[in-house]
């Protein structure tokens, strides 16, 4: 759905929440360094890095809708997210687990063989971390901690639950009619919600990273394994709307314990 129809925000506010987006991310930027691979690349390979940048735009657009106060001067906001996106980029092999490492440079070296530049295919690879971004800052924010402790533990957390597929999942899940999409973006949405709660609960033992989820898990370990297990089974188990609403409630469920 556009985001008018997933938020009901008025076209003043999606065009604030676009902006913002734009600036966050470089998509003028990135969208320019797309358009010079004219020629150079497949024309389908070109149109789906083009779809990987809207995927962006619209969904982060709908994000800052919902998470940021717009009528607060943009320059201020691109600011605060700007500079998270620019840190975890910089620093995003380091703070990623291993095997979302390992996820992003094969997503790299798949475009660098199709001949995209080195970085410009770094940088499209990271798409789908980056987008994590704005709620690694929100989580900072909120708790006063390092954004790229907050960031490392956020992918800690999204490891430990196989958050990453479970999302990549549901928004592949097939949807009859618009109030099935609008469904599944309101579960998808509650599942970062909870990834929220939960990176901020593990950066609370005052640890980060891997080791702060080891010990904020051990200290409800039964809970823990049952959800983990229930997740992961529902992630593997080909999506559907209902499957990633049950998904959303457990690991709503597990932040309240």
Do not use: C
Not at 105 to 110: F, G, H, I, L, Y
Not at 119 to 124: C, G, K, Q
């Amino acid at each position: 759905p556009r985001p008018a129809d997933q938020t009901g925000a008025h076209g003043q506010t999606i065009a604030a929440a676009y902006a913002a987006t734009r600036d966050t991310f470089d998509l003028i930027e990135l969208n320019a360094a797309v358009d010079a691979l004219d020629g150079r690349i497949a024309g389908a390979l070109q149109l789906r890095l083009y779809a990987d940048l809207q995927d962006l735009a619209m969904s982060r657009t709908v994000w800052f809708i919902r998470h940021v106060d717009l009528t607060k001067p943009l320059e201020r906001i691109v600011s605060r997210y700007r500079g998270g996106v620019s840190e975890i980029e910089r620093n995003l092999p380091p703070i990623l687990s291993p095997e979302a490492r390992a996820v992003w440079e094969q997503r790299a070296k798949v475009l660098t063989d199709q001949g995209v530049p080195q970085h410009l295919a770094e940088r499209i690879a990271a798409i789908p971390d980056l987008m994590a971004v704005p709620d690694i800052v929100l989580v900072a924010d909120r708790t006063g901690h390092d954004v790229l402790d907050v960031g490392a533990t956020h992918f800690a957390v999204e490891a430990a639950f196989r958050l990453g597929a479970l999302i990549s999942a549901a928004r592949e899940a097939p949807t009859i009619e618009h109030y099935d999409r609008l469904a599944l973006e309101r579960a998808i949405d509650g599942i970062a919600t909870s990834h929220r709660a939960l990176t901020s609960e593990a950066m609370a033992t005052g640890l980060q990273g891997a080791e702060a989820v080891r010990a904020w898990s051990e200290e409800r370990s039964a809970e823990v394994n049952r959800i983990r297990t229930a997740v992961e089974s529902i992630a593997a188990s080909g999506l559907t709307v209902s499957k990633a609403s049950v998904a959303a409630n457990l690991l709503g469920d597990l932040t309240r314990i």
